[in-house]
């Protein structure tokens, strides 16, 4: 079946602008993460929605990260005012909950974020 | 916090020569561990985890990897590496409390042919 996609796969933008980023989940997964991969901080978790819950915001670096997820499916990424450290690969991952901790993600292909 | 050490961050090696890549996690409680795999210019695959059991576990194309609680560790091993092998391999956890994945700074592994 399908797998995990991210929209749009490049994107560069002027530093101060705002950017929105797309992941569609894999059709019954319940669960859907953002990442972001950069040279300077490797692979870190941003934040994560669980069915009807209230999403997991720890991971946000800062109050100019904001994500929905809309109708349970569909989540996009807006990042406010722009900033050259923002520049990373942004990735997606979605699971399938099943019964205590033992979901497993699978990753999309990501979107490259590059801030000028 | 928890957190995961990945030592060898550049690995060569030649064709047919043997794998072994650290992992090293701390966190004191129920853990489950996963290997990705990132292969040039394609996106992160599951190449194994563990949730319970059996600590060895075998995943894709060769690759396994061994669960020491003792030692809080979970080294990934393949007995000969590939030329398509070369990768980054990126060695995560999560944990009871915990949904989303803790990163090692990842292992770049070059085969040689």
């Known amino acids: 079946g399908a797998g995990v996609s991210q929209s749009p796969s490049n994107k560069v933008t002027e530093k101060g602008k705002d950017v929105e980023l797309r992941c569609d989940p894999i059709?019954?997964?319940?669960?859907l993460y953002w990442y972001r991969q950069s040279l300077g901080q490797g692979l870190e978790f941003l934040i994560y929605?669980?069915?009807?819950?209230?999403?997991?915001k720890s991971g946000l670096p800062s109050d100019r990260f904001s994500a929905e997820r809309t109708g349970g499916s569909v989540s996009t990424l807006t990042i406010q005012r722009t900033q050259q450290e923002d520049s990373a690969v942004y990735l997606c991952?979605?699971?399938?909950?099943?019964?205590?901790?033992?979901?497993?993600?699978?990753f999309g292909p990501g979107t490259r974020l590059t801030v000028l | 916090a928890q957190s995961v050490s990945q030592h060898n961050h550049h690995v060569i090696l030649s064709e047919a020569a043997s794998l072994e890549l650290g992992c090293n996690y701390s966190?004191?409680?129920?853990?489950?561990l996963f290997w990705y795999v990132q292969y040039p210019g394609q996106h992160l695959q599951l190449l194994l985890k563990y949730f319970s059991g059996d600590p060895l576990v075998k995943g894709i194309k060769g690759f396994e990897a061994e669960f020491i609680k003792s030692k809080f560790s979970f080294n990934l091993r393949k007995p000969s590496v590939q030329w398509s092998d070369t990768a980054e391999y990126f060695c995560?956890?999560?944990?009871?409390?915990?949904?989303?994945?803790?990163f090692g700074s990842g292992t770049r592994l070059q085969v040689q042919p």
């Open positions: 995560a956890v999560t944990a009871t409390g915990r949904r989303a994945l803790t």
């Open positions: 966190y004191g409680g129920t853990v489950n």
């Open positions: 991952a979605s699971s399938f909950l099943a019964g205590g901790y033992t979901d497993t993600q699978y």
């Open positions: 059709s019954g997964h319940t669960a």
């Open positions: 929605f669980q069915g009807n819950s209230a999403p997991d």
